[in-house]
Each structure stands twice: as structure tokens, then as C-alpha cells.
């Protein structure tokens, strides 16, 4: 799984490369840089890979100041030493990119419409032998959370803890759904980035209101 996982996104890193400026990083993720007009921020826009095609489209044309980081993460898809699919991006990749490149802003494109402000925390558990169901729990429901070992597409293994602590960024001015917030977003929040959720569902409305506020 791994070793085609990497396959694609060498083809795809191809791709990109003769177009923008590309690469790959250590825990397999896909980035590439846009830029725009003259002033502006370094905004780093966080997807899975695996909606690599939408929200390629949603940036294209898509007038702002500054650049755009795209980071597009594998980590959704990767197998685990325990067998355990995973439900949604890891902590590792995104922290590591986040402490390499210091983004001034951190927007993160999940399931949903609109704006993510926040995430009260939560963790993902395995269930109970008594028959509850595995799944996000909040942080204080009993049982521990999973810990799983990733297997990154560039066969680096790391520890992952499904427990994510609870995240807000101060409201904007912007006439956008207001939806739940991914979980994730408290790594950039824990590195001081400010950070939003952007929702897939009209994607391109949300980022071309956002950037005329920004």
C-alpha cells in the first residue's frame, strides 16, 4: 500500500513540477507553491490527498496577495502497523511542515461548508469488549485513546496518539456557514499559527472570502 501510495504521488509530484514549485517531504507529503499579488501573507493550505483534484480547481484563477502553501497529505490513506484504517490526517505530518516552513496563517480543508473556528477535543478509541462502538469520543469519556504506528508512503513509521485537544480562533467578519472545526487544527493552534477550517463543500467561495478579507 505504501509503496504505491508513493508511486502516485511521484507522478503527481512530476506533474506539478512542471508547472509550480513542488516537492515531497519525508512523511510523503505532496506540496507546491502559488503566487500571488505583491504583499500579502504565506497562507498554508492544508488537504488529503485524496481531494488533491477539487481543491486544485477551487485555487485555480483565484486572485490574493501573498502565497499559498498547498500541502496535500497522504497520511488519510496510510496503513498502520495495528491494522487500523485511519479515520482522518495524523498530528506528525502537519507539525512537521508546519515548524519547517512557519506559515503566517493555517487554513485546513475538511468535511463540510463554510468556516471551522473550532473543535472542543475529542479521541478516537477502539470501543469496549461490552459492545460500544469504536469512534470520536470526548475527551473525557471513558477509555483510552488509539495509539497506532503509520507507515508514512516514504516508509518512515511513527507514533500516532488519537487524542486532539480543544481549539478556537476568534470569529471573521465573513457571511460563511459556520460549521465545526476539524479536529486537527489544534497543531497550529500549539505552534501559534493562526488557523481556520475551510469546508470542501464550495470551497472556492469560502477561499475567495476569506482572501478578500485578508
Known amino acids: 500500500m505504501a509503496s504505491s501510495l508513493l ?11 512542471e508547472h509550480l514549485r513542488a516537492g515531497l517531504d519525508e512523511f510523503g507529503t505532496l506540496y507546491c507553491y502559488l503566487e500571488g499579488g505583491r ?45 487500523l484504517p485511519l479515520s482522518g490526517p495524523t498530528r506528525a505530518p502537519l507539525a512537521h511542515l508546519l515548524e519547517k516552513t512557519r506559515p503566517d496563517r493555517l487554513l485546513l480543508a475538511f468535511p463540510g461548508e463554510g468556516l471551522g473556528q473550532g473543535f472542543p477535543g475529542g479521541k ?12 470520536w469520543q470526548p475527551l473525557e469519556a471513558e477509555g483510552e485513546p488509539l495509539t497506532l ?54 470551497l472556492r467561495a469560502s477561499l475567495e472570502a476569506l482572501f478578500s478579507l485578508w
Open 39 to 83: 504583499g500579502g501573507r504565506t497562507y498554508l493550505l492544508h488537504a488529503p490527498y485524496q481531494e488533491a483534484l477539487p481543491v486544485l480547481q477551487a485555487l485555480n484563477g483565484l486572485s490574493f496577495r501573498g502565497r499559498i502553501l498547498l500541502a496535500l497529505d497522504p497520511s488519510p490513506l496510510s496503513p498502520t502497523l495495528e491494522g
Open 124 to 135: 478516537e478509541t477502539a470501543g469496549k469488549s461490552d459492545g460500544a462502538a469504536p469512534g
Open 149 to 202: 504506528h503509520v507507515e508514512a508512503p516514504t516508509g518512515l513509521v511513527y507514533r500516532e496518539v488519537r487524542a486532539y485537544g480543544p481549539w478556537e480562533s476568534p470569529p471573521l467578519n465573513l457571511d460563511l456557514p459556520i460549521s465545526p472545526g476539524p479536529y486537527w487544527g489544534s497543531v497550529g493552534l500549539a505552534l501559534g499559527i493562526p488557523t481556520y477550517g475551510v469546508g470542501l463543500v464550495n
Open 7 to 17: 508511486e502516485q504521488l511521484s507522478a503527481d509530484l512530476e506533474v506539478l513540477s
